[in-house]
């Protein structure tokens, strides 16, 4: 069967099996973000955007994708460029292992379209649907929190993914990265 896509901005008429998930699909053309977890829907990490809403793409029928605009954790930021949502996970110390990080980043992606300026009761709410087994979820709220105000302020973040130096210096950090002269606190 043919299926018509819009993933990341580009129209794709693809050919699948019927009883492909979306991840299947998803995976076999390459984005390979979106991570095979428990195949029930019961993890997350399979989390993607399909027509403004976040979906497990593992549970997700191709047929029922068909004519939808998908947006993978690719359609984001990259290596050099990192979108702000990215940027706060990093910064925050916000992912161990990473493996649930994209679905993690993709569902917060959602929410901050629906609500900029969630509480981190709503935060939690939202990420409910979403497991992580190495972390105990508080910096993973506080990236998303962050992440909120990073987006509203437009704050600038390093291509590298770090704190800005002036941002590191106000927080006490006493790295080399605060220090121009590369010297630390020799």
Do not use: W
Request: charge should be negative; hydrophobic fraction near 30%; glycine fraction near 10%.
């Amino acid at each position: 069967m043919q299926v018509e896509l819009h993933i990341n901005g580009q129209e794709k008429r693809l050919e699948v099996s019927k009883s492909d998930s979306l991840l299947d699909v998803l995976r076999e053309k390459g984005y390979t973000g979106a991570k095979r977890g428990c195949d029930t829907g019961a993890c997350g990490f399979c989390t993607v955007i399909v027509d403004g809403e976040p979906e497990k793409s593992c549970v997700t029928p191709i047929a029922k994708a068909d004519s939808t605009e998908v947006r993978t954790i690719e359609s984001l930021g990259s290596q050099d460029d990192l979108h702000p949502i990215q940027a706060a996970f990093v910064d925050n110390f916000a992912l161990q292992c990473g493996f649930c990080i994209p679905g993690m980043i993709m569902r917060s992606k959602a929410l901050l379209d629906e609500n900029p300026d969630p509480t981190e009761r709503q935060v939690r709410e939202a990420l409910s649907d979403n497991l992580c087994r190495c972390t105990g979820y508080k910096k993973i709220v506080e990236a998303v929190l962050d992440a909120s105000d990073r987006m509203s302020d437009d704050e600038t973040v390093a291509a590298d993914g770090g704190l800005p130096a002036d941002v590191a210096f106000e927080s006490g950090c006493s790295c080399s990265c605060s220090d121009s002269s590369g010297g630390g606190d020799e």
